[in-house]
């Protein structure tokens, strides 16, 4: 293998671990999915899932969420040890499993918590977990932010054909819950496996000769190294966890994200809320606008981590931090004060996925900078933790709004109370220094 070879093999890796988490994007298509549990029958009036109470509607999206986060850490200390195609292979397994066992039980809330929050949340965390760090091992360090960005933008992208399949089996060939639930398991299965096949590391003397070689290449062109350009010294996940700056990103994606959360778990409700829905004064547009929330939510999720990531790369990640913080901020109030008509809330929910997808490709980006990428998987499963915590706290707080008074305003209002926070941790982020002896060598 040549220089040449081995950077071919880097974006063949690279593209799989893409289309992995493209198959696993079933978490992004929640509110496809809400709706139709909360659906009416119009022969009766009465509701298809009437055990469903309206308070546990997102539920299954939260637990999902919050376990796929938390299973990361096992996931990505698992991946270090046996390498990344295994642990793929096992989370598609699992998503697909659960996405088809959930079709058997649509009226039963708290097994279809477990198929769905359990099976397919942890399933999600066993293949977001690998694709990453299996990449960056073949890129130069100044690439961290591109591959992340990449990366998990297949993740966001994946309610982008996922969301139209469940529009187009659900309304147009008018399948039940069950029987679209059953086709989504197996798409997934027949998209996720091949694509996992191909998610490896180096592993031959030769491959990690030169793909070393790769990664040291000098490319500052004599000018001083970018922070985001060196390649990071190595910890493990106990000393990772014993640095301040672990707990700070993980109370950033908590806080930060929420704001996202809210509005993706929402996004067509917020769409009907925020405008007056089909029977107020943007009638038609309305209906025609929730036919695409979900796709649109997925664009530009998907955006925002691919331009984050290469954005970081660029200015830097608190930079690009402080950017993010204030258009949330600043989109939260438009909600709550202008955001009234479909075409401005198109405008509200691209920019507040974009937000949210530019920290979640900036976010694994520091982790990389700051603990190294030996174990990165473990160490980043551990900061990934915030994220699951935000798929509580988001949806949480807008189906309080929505119960207590019949819209989301009082949600906005906390988002950016949230945001403000994350920002104010953001600015007293630091390199953390290791001490000689914490520092693993290669």
Request: with cysteine; net charge positive.
């Amino acid at each position: 293998m040549d220089v040449r070879t081995a950077k071919k093999k880097a974006w063949r890796v690279l593209i799989a671990g893409i289309i992995s988490n493209l198959s696993i994007g079933i978490l992004y298509t929640w509110s496809n999915l809400r709706d139709a549990l909360a659906a009416v029958d119009p022969a009766t009036g009465e509701r298809i899932y009437s055990e469903w109470a309206p308070t546990m509607l997102n539920l299954p999206y939260s637990v999902g969420g919050f376990l796929s986060a938390f299973v990361v850490v096992a996931a990505g200390a698992w991946q270090d040890r046996v390498g990344a195609k295994k642990v793929i292979i096992v989370g598609i397994l699992m998503v697909s499993l659960g996405a088809i066992l959930s079709s058997f039980v649509t009226h039963s809330p708290y097994m279809f918590l477990v198929t769905f929050g359990i099976i397919v949340g942890s399933g999600i965390g066993f293949v977001y977990a690998c694709p990453r760090a299996a990449a960056m091992k073949w890129f130069h360090p100044s690439k961290k932010g591109m591959v992340n960005g990449l990366v998990v933008a297949g993740f966001g992208l994946g309610a982008l054909w996922l969301g139209p399949v469940e529009i187009f089996l659900l309304k147009t060939m008018g399948l039940s819950l069950e029987q679209t639930l059953l086709a989504l398991g197996v798409l997934i299965l027949c998209i996720g496996i091949p694509a996992a096949m191909n998610v490896i590391e180096p592993k031959t003397k030769e491959e990690k000769e030169i793909v070393d070689k790769i990664r040291s290449e000098d490319l500052s062109g004599g000018k001083p190294v970018k922070a985001t350009m060196r390649k990071a010294d190595n910890v493990s996940l106990a000393t990772c966890a014993k640095y301040p700056q672990t707990w700070m990103l993980l109370t950033i994606y908590s806080f930060f994200c929420s704001a996202g959360a809210l509005v993706i778990s929402n996004a067509t409700d917020i769409m009907r809320i925020q405008t007056g829905g089909p029977e107020g004064p943007f009638g038609e547009t309305v209906i025609k606008a929730i036919a695409f929330m979900v796709p649109l939510a997925s664009i530009s999720n998907a955006t925002g981590r691919s331009l984050g990531g290469i954005l970081s790369d660029k200015i830097g990640r608190k930079p690009t931090y402080y950017i993010i913080h204030t258009v949330a901020a600043l989109n939260m109030l438009g909600f709550i004060y202008f955001w009234k008509t479909p075409y401005l809330v198109v405008l509200g929910v691209i920019l507040a996925c974009v937000a949210y997808g530019s920290a979640m490709s900036t976010t694994p980006s520091i982790v990389a900078d700051y603990f190294g990428l030996k174990n990165y998987g473990a160490n980043y499963g551990l900061v990934y933790n915030g994220w699951g915590i935000s798929l509580i706290i988001g949806p949480s707080i807008s189906a309080y709004s929505k119960y207590a008074y019949g819209n989301y305003d009082f949600a906005y209002a906390a988002a950016i109370v949230l945001i403000a926070i994350s920002a104010a941790i953001v600015f007293f982020l630091k390199q953390p220094k290791f001490k000689p002896e914490e520092i693993i060598r290669d």
